[in-house]
Structure formats: structure tokens, C-alpha cells
């Protein structure tokens, strides 16, 4: 098994590179652009053979050999970037020549999803439901989108395809993406630093400040369910990736508190408006598809995710 992975150097794909190691998988290949970011910092003691800047990566890539799957991670992720072309260029055009390289070499393509391309839930949070008429509610969410339906509409396919529509991914890794980083360390750096913690006002009528709802998913989760899409290259399709139970954020905070032995202090702020015209009030992963494709692994509940990832990653460590 030889496997190229894309964003190899961020939070979820340096988390996938660690886990492919500990499955004896050093026949890596990372693409990133690290550029000077701290992202380096997540290649530490992992095995690859080689690194890419991405920019890079459809000149050599004809020169490569024997790769067996493609697991693209890599993209831009920030939900309130405002450049259109840079998110087209980056989410859209780059995804579909790798597709597209999948299809020629005949080998497995596993893509990053999100979400995000639900909107507001209009028509629910199954991956069964007609994406064509989903609601994205800002332009990463429709860069996702859009390659969603171009996947769908391709008539050559790879070995395997699968994409992977993520809710709220948290764990190791992700200290590098600042205000793009999980809830739960914002958190937990809120809390250590101030003795408090800062939440959103509610946006909706009915729901209480703090009370939003996410679906919040371990990464550890995220890479067992990757390795088992490895060892099962018959199976394609379009899953949602959540434990399938969504809770709130007040929950989220409390539990962080209570880990780190602290009095629960929460302050409620109101929303930015350019947050606040495309924010989700609550999301929860349908994983039906999941569990009848055979994909019978238990989920972290929050519970378990916070205290492994508080206790053993960010406790003892300043490495986040």
C-alpha cells in the first residue's frame, strides 16, 4: 500500500499519517504547503518517504510510482474566507485533477467533505438526501458542495471514491488553524488563560445562549474509519462522519471545566454579523449509510474525546 496524502501536514491529515504508521504504512507520500507555518510540527516523528509543496504536486506527480490511494485532506478550510477564486482554485479545481488521476492510474480516492454543505438543515443532515438541493450558507461551503455534485456527475470513476462529509472534527493537531480551530480548544485556551470562557448569543428563537448544538467528532474517530475504507476498496460513496449525537455548546464548555478542575465561568457575547448570516444552530450527523455499509466502530462520545484529548495532549504538553 502506497499512499499519497494531501493536507498530510494539518490537523486531521497529520492525524491520519500517524495512524497509517502505527498500521505499519510508511509508503507515505505528504502534499502540504507549509510554507512558514508551525504545521512542520506535525511531521515530527512520523514516517513518510517524501514531502510536496502542492503547488508542485501535478508536476511530479506523473513522475511518482505505484501509488495505491489518494487520501485528500488538503484544502482551505477557513469558513469565512471571502475569495471566491482562491477557494474555486484550491476546493474545486485541484480536487478534480486528482479525481481525475484516480480515474486514469485506477486507484482509491477518499476526499474531505464537510458539513458546512447542509446549511442550515433545511432538508435535514442525511448523506441519502438530493444534494442538488442543499443550501450552502458561505463560499467554502459551496466549494465543497460543488464538488460533491461534480463527483456525482462523472461517469469514469476511480477504483474507489469516497467523500467524507465531516461535522465538528476536534483532537491533536489542529493548534496551527487559530480561529479556525475547534471550540473545544478555544475552550480550553479561554479557560487556562482567563479563568472563563466566551460563548455566542443565540441567532434563533426558541434556542437559549449557549444552547446551540453541534455534532462533535473525535479525530482519533476520523482516522479508524479511514483505515477501515483502506481495507475495504469495494466501497464508494458519499458519508457523513459524526457520532451522530449532537450536543451543546454548553455542554462542550462545562465538561472542559469540570476536567480541568475549574470554577465554570461563561460569558455570552453577541455574534458577528458576518458569522451570524451563516451560522448553524444545530447539526447532527445521520450515519445510517455508515453503519449499513458494515462500519460497526463505536464513536467517542464528548466525554471520552475531551478527557483523552485534554489529559494526554494538551495537559502535559504545549505542543496542541
Not at 52 to 71: A, G, S
Not at 188 to 207: A, C, M
Amino acid at each position: 500500500m502506497s499512499v499519497l496524502v494531501t493536507g498530510g501536514a494539518g490537523f486531521i491529515g497529520s492525524n491520519i499519517v500517524k495512524v497509517l504508521n502505527e498500521h505499519e504504512i510508511s509508503d507515505v507520500i505528504i502534499v502540504d504547503d507549509i510554507c512558514e507555518s508551525e504545521k512542520w510540527k506535525n511531521l515530527v516523528g512520523k514516517k513518510y518517504l517524501d514531502y510536496i509543496n502542492k503547488n508542485q504536486l501535478f508536476e511530479v506527480l506523473p513522475k511518482i510510482e505505484n501509488i495505491t490511494h489518494i487520501i485528500h485532506m488538503g484544502a482551505c478550510s477557513d469558513t469565512t474566507q471571502k475569495d471566491f477564486d482562491y477557494l474555486w482554485k484550491n476546493n474545486v479545481k485541484f480536487s478534480e485533477h486528482l479525481y481525475e488521476y484516480c480515474v486514469e492510474k485506477y486507484i482509491s480516492f477518499i476526499y474531505a467533505s464537510s458539513a458546512a454543505t447542509y446549511g442550515k438543515g433545511d432538508y435535514g443532515f442525511s448523506d441519502k438526501n438530493n444534494c442538488e438541493k442543499l443550501i450552502p450558507l458561505n463560499r467554502y461551503a459551496h466549494s465543497k458542495y460543488f464538488f460533491d455534485l461534480w463527483i456525482k456527475k462523472q461517469i469514469k470513476k476511480p477504483k474507489q471514491c469516497v467523500g467524507l462529509k465531516f461535522f465538528n472534527v476536534y483532537g491533536p493537531n489542529e493548534y496551527h488553524k487559530n480561529k479556525m480551530s475547534s471550540m473545544i480548544l478555544q475552550g480550553y485556551q479561554q479557560i487556562n488563560e482567563h479563568e472563563s470562557v466566551t460563548l455566542f448569543k443565540t441567532v434563533e428563537d426558541g434556542i437559549l445562549d449557549g444552547e446551540q448544538k453541534r455534532d462533535f467528532i473525535y479525530v482519533k474517530d476520523i482516522c479508524k474509519l479511514i483505515v477501515w475504507l483502506l481495507k475495504h476498496d469495494n466501497i464508494s460513496g458519499l458519508f457523513n462522519v459524526g457520532t451522530g449525537k449532537a450536543r451543546t455548546y454548553n455542554d462542550m464548555v462545562k465538561l472542559i471545566f469540570k476536567i480541568l478542575n475549574k470554577k465554570e465561568v461563561i460569558k455570552y457575547v453577541d455574534m458577528p454579523t458576518e458569522i451570524k448570516k451563516h451560522f448553524q444552530s444545530f447539526t447532527e450527523a445521520d450515519i445510517k449509510s455508515l453503519r449499513e455499509i458494515g462500519y460497526d466502530e463505536r464513536f467517542y462520545t464528548l466525554e471520552e474525546g475531551l478527557n483523552d484529548y485534554i489529559n494526554n495532549y494538551l495537559i502535559d504538553t504545549k505542543y496542541y
